[in-house]
């Protein structure tokens, strides 16, 4: 059977975890178990209770009655905001408004309070570990013929704190703080959420990628063998192509990128100061050694010289040990012989 605690707090505006309240807890059948005051960060680990029915200080929280037509219990709450609106002093929004039901004559129970002081409040109770499941303004927590309707509760424990409440309070779900755990519990929850859509979308776009490059793959497969339907098997499209390709040049008396002729004629687009000097050439394994006459002006800016012969997929060498030498291969050439 749960044990209720009774907590008589201060003024809304002035509750700190520090503030002190008197309290009365009782058993399931109403005996009165224990009593006292403590501060509100110490009362729940000295004090543990089931539920917590917190009782506002007198002057908190307005209570009135209205009367209102049949309504639907979802139409319910918009009348009775609609009637506390013109007995506020404040704008509604700023407004907890509570009720209870509407009695068989149309008359409704509302209560309202600052909602930033509640539920600051409210806040500053879960943070230390009272379990809310009430808030009753003052003048409901009380007997209806109370002789001191305006003094707030206070130890000895007597009648007054033994006062039936109702069965409806300020404590709303909706107005409920999220604890701790909770909350932390819903930024992980936000976090993992955001971590799955993230790998999710990975997912997709890595498929999406797998997906064009299947295609891609057929079509280089498609596309060589249509042009070379001798090859059985086609393993590396772009490898096997290149090598068909090289292989009808041989038997058609093509030449070569590293031939004699096509290193020759690039070497002449980009070695325009060799004009007119050049005393010998050799050429040996797809490499043309150039050795120039002296007289000839020396290139004025190397880097650049091997800028324009990269341009023409050339790598050019200056001998260090012949003077006026040069080498020139195909760029393809020396790093297929770096990898060997």
Known sequence: MKNPLRLALPPLDRITPDSVAAFALFDGKGQLLRSGELPLSELARAVPADQVHVVLHPGDAIVATVQLPPLPAKRLDAAVEASVEPMALSDTSSLCIAHGPRDAEGYVCAVWTDRQALLQAWRQLDDAGFKVVSIVPFPLAIPDNDPHPDL?????????????????????????????????????????????????????????????????????????????????????????????????????????????????????????????????????????????????????????????????????????????????????????????
């Open 152 to 340: 707030p509760l206070a130890l000895p424990v007597n009648d007054r704190w033994r006062a039936p409440l109702p069965r409806w309070s300020l404590a709303r779900p909706e107005w409920r703080p999220a604890s701790q755990v909770h909350r932390w519990r819903r930024a992980a929850l936000w976090g993992g959420g955001a971590a799955l859509l993230w790998l999710a979308g990975l997912q997709i776009y890595a498929a999406q990628l797998r997906g064009e490059a299947r295609t891609l793959q057929v079509s280089m497969e498609q596309a060589v063998r249509k042009a070379f339907p001798s090859i059985p098997v086609v393993i590396d499209p772009v490898t096997q192509a290149r090598k068909q390709r090289d292989m009808l040049r041989l038997k058609g008396g093509a030449a070569g990128e590293d031939d004699f002729m096509p290193l020759a004629m690039g070497a002449a687009r980009v070695l325009g100061f060799a004009d007119g000097h050049v005393a010998s050439l050799h050429y040996e394994k797809g490499e043309l050694t150039l050795t120039l006459a002296e007289g000839y002006t020396p290139p004025a800016n190397e880097a650049a010289l091997h800028q324009a012969a990269a341009v023409q997929s050339l790598v050019l060498e200056k001998d260090d040990n012949v003077a006026h030498t040069w080498h020139i291969r195909r760029a393809a050439a020396r790093a297929k012989e770096s990898r060997q």
